[in-house]
């Protein structure tokens, strides 16, 4: 199956710097993938779609000068939180879309699989 | 707005018992609908996927069935274990490949 990974799967810093998660698809290339926040207890919001070669689009509320995405390549994104401060503080979870079957038949069904996430804390 | 309830509170059963997890919407006609298993500080692993011209789905000792006109969803598993211990998230597709997730039903199993 399709797998994502994330990197750091756990990060401490201080408030103000700036903090830089990557998440790659393994065995797949994945020219859409998301960003999501979840909150302890509670569902994953959506934060931005990051497309590779344009630009993210950001979901309502969300800061996008303040989180980064870049997707430089059909296996990678980052998401960077620059200026972090505690209320960061949130597990950060991407996903890789299902990539579109066309010509067999079949079309995708959307499926996203995730990575395992990453826990930051700042202090 | 779309909006999607699932059961806030933990679900507790002896094992064998089958799990049943409800997953409401509202202002919404998804195309299908996805159920997500989730464990502690882990990310969401997809389980089934279900069309809106399906109405019900089988894997193994998960199904589950897809009613649009009560715009309800139930997911089953049967003969649960201990190991089926988990949140389990149910996701409908907006426009952009995005998914709308639920805030999650928790199911403990016990042995």
């Known amino acids: 199956g399709a ?17 830089k998660i990557e998440c790659r698809s393994l065995d797949f290339q994945a020219t859409t993938m998301f960003w999501y926040r979840q909150f302890p207890k509670q569902s994953l919001m959506l934060m931005a779609t990051s497309n590779e070669g344009s630009k993210a689009t950001y979901e309502q509320g969300v800061e996008k000068d303040k989180f980064l995405i870049n997707h430089a390549s059909l296996t990678l994104s980052t998401l960077t939180v620059t200026s972090a401060h505690p209320e960061d503080s949130s597990f950060y979870i991407c996903s890789a879309r299902d990539p579109p079957y066309g010509g067999h038949g079949e079309t995708s069904t959307d499926t996203q699989y995730f990575g395992p996430g990453t826990r930051l804390t700042v202090l | 707005s779309q909006k999607i309830e699932q059961n806030s509170e933990a679900l507790n059963i002896q094992e064998g018992k089958t799990a049943t997890l409800t997953c409401n919407y509202t202002n919404y006609s998804p195309a299908y609908l996805q159920w997500y298993r989730q464990d502690p500080g882990r990310g969401p692993v997809f389980l089934l996927l279900i069309r809106e011209n399906e109405k019900e ?20 598993i049967t003969a649960s274990q201990p190991a089926d211990s988990a949140t389990y998230l149910c996701a409908l597709l907006r426009g952009g490949g995005k998914l709308i997730f639920g805030q999650g039903t928790e199911l403990s199993v016990k042995p």
């Not at chain 2, 789905?57 to 089953?76: A, G, I, Y």
């Open chain 1, 3 to 19: 797998v994502v990974s994330q990197h750091p799967s756990w990060v401490i810093c201080k408030s103000g710097t700036s903090v």
């Open chain 2, 57 to 76: 789905k089988r894997k193994e000792r998960l199904k589950v069935t897809f009613d649009t006109t009560l715009k309800q969803s139930l997911f089953h």
